[in-house]
């Protein structure tokens, strides 16, 4: 990771590069650097980066760091450009398999597991894009990191607790699906409401819930189906 200082000026023209993002962030903006490349400028100089070094195929880690002024303060910085859609906009498509939902699920949340000693702030679901093509997550935006105890399974309980968020609320409308007093279902989804250990919960809600829909309706393969329209 390289630490490069820069002028105002160079600042400025930093930000007339191409914006990209259909979802404006609270500290920055983010800008198309070159073909595989996003710089992220902050609104105001940042104290909080964590400059890892890390690297990842699946978390889009800073690489390097720019400033202005003082070298304990970050005006920007570059990371991999990723593929995908975000799903704060996005959601989650329907006709995804949920065998591959569960595969992508089990990735991200090993490649977690490879950096237990941060805790990553702000991973909400506008920072996580998922690769429609190749059914894979990625996770961006990371610069906001602090030691945390625990700090492996807080990351993987809240990415799940995103998730569980989107296919609660927006596929299945769960406070009015049909098997929504299931006393095992209702007992996970008690326990991702007072989030206790989400990135258990999500896996083993998803496939109870798709053993119940099965029966009623036949064998099952996509999220959608999941909201369980009976044939």
């Given at each position: 990771m390289a630490h490069i200082f820069i002028t105002e000026q160079e600042l400025e023209k930093l930000k007339r590069l191409p914006e990209i993002g259909d979802y404006k962030g609270f500290y920055g903006r983010c800008f198309l650097f070159d073909n595989n490349t996003v710089i992220k400028i902050f609104l105001e100089e940042e104290s909080s980066l964590f400059s890892s070094g890390y690297k990842s195929d699946y978390i889009a880690f800073p690489q390097n760091t720019f400033y202005t002024k003082d070298i304990n303060k970050v005006s920007a910085y570059t990371m991999r450009l990723v593929p995908g859609a975000n799903l704060y906009t996005s959601g989650l498509p329907l006709n995804l398999e949920i065998a591959k939902f569960l595969e992508a699920y089990k990735i991200i949340q090993d490649e977690i597991a490879r950096f237990p000693d941060i805790y990553m702030y702000d991973l909400e679901s506008y920072n996580i894009m998922f690769d429609w093509y190749k059914s894979r997550f990625y996770l961006i935006d990371t610069d906001i990191w602090k030691p945390y105890s625990n700090s492996k399974e807080r990351n993987q309980d809240y990415f799940a607790f995103q998730l569980m968020l989107l296919i609660?609320?927006?596929?299945?409308?769960?406070?009015?699906?049909?098997?929504?007093?299931?006393?095992?279902?209702?007992?996970?989804?008690?326990?991702?409401?007072?989030?206790?250990?989400?990135?258990?919960?999500?896996?083993?809600?998803?496939?109870?819930?798709?053993?119940?829909?099965?029966?009623?309706?036949?064998?099952?393969?996509?999220?959608?189906?999941?909201?369980?329209?009976?044939?």
């Amino acid at each position: 990771m390289a630490h490069i200082f820069i002028t105002e000026q160079e600042l400025e023209k930093l930000k007339r590069l191409p914006e990209i993002g259909d979802y404006k962030g609270f500290y920055g903006r983010c800008f198309l650097f070159d073909n595989n490349t996003v710089i992220k400028i902050f609104l105001e100089e940042e104290s909080s980066l964590f400059s890892s070094g890390y690297k990842s195929d699946y978390i889009a880690f800073p690489q390097n760091t720019f400033y202005t002024k003082d070298i304990n303060k970050v005006s920007a910085y570059t990371m991999r450009l990723v593929p995908g859609a975000n799903l704060y906009t996005s959601g989650l498509p329907l006709n995804l398999e949920i065998a591959k939902f569960l595969e992508a699920y089990k990735i991200i949340q090993d490649e977690i597991a490879r950096f237990p000693d941060i805790y990553m702030y702000d991973l909400e679901s506008y920072n996580i894009m998922f690769d429609w093509y190749k059914s894979r997550f990625y996770l961006i935006d990371t610069d906001i990191w602090k030691p945390y105890s625990n700090s492996k399974e807080r990351n993987q309980d809240y990415f799940a607790f995103q998730l569980m968020l989107l296919i609660t609320y927006r596929i299945l409308s769960w406070g009015n699906h049909v098997f929504n007093d299931n006393s095992y279902l209702k007992e996970l989804y008690t326990n991702f409401v007072y989030f206790k250990d989400t990135r258990l919960v999500l896996p083993s809600f998803i496939k109870e819930l798709e053993k119940n829909v099965s029966n009623e309706v036949g064998k099952i393969k996509t999220l959608g189906e999941l909201k369980l329209v009976r044939k």
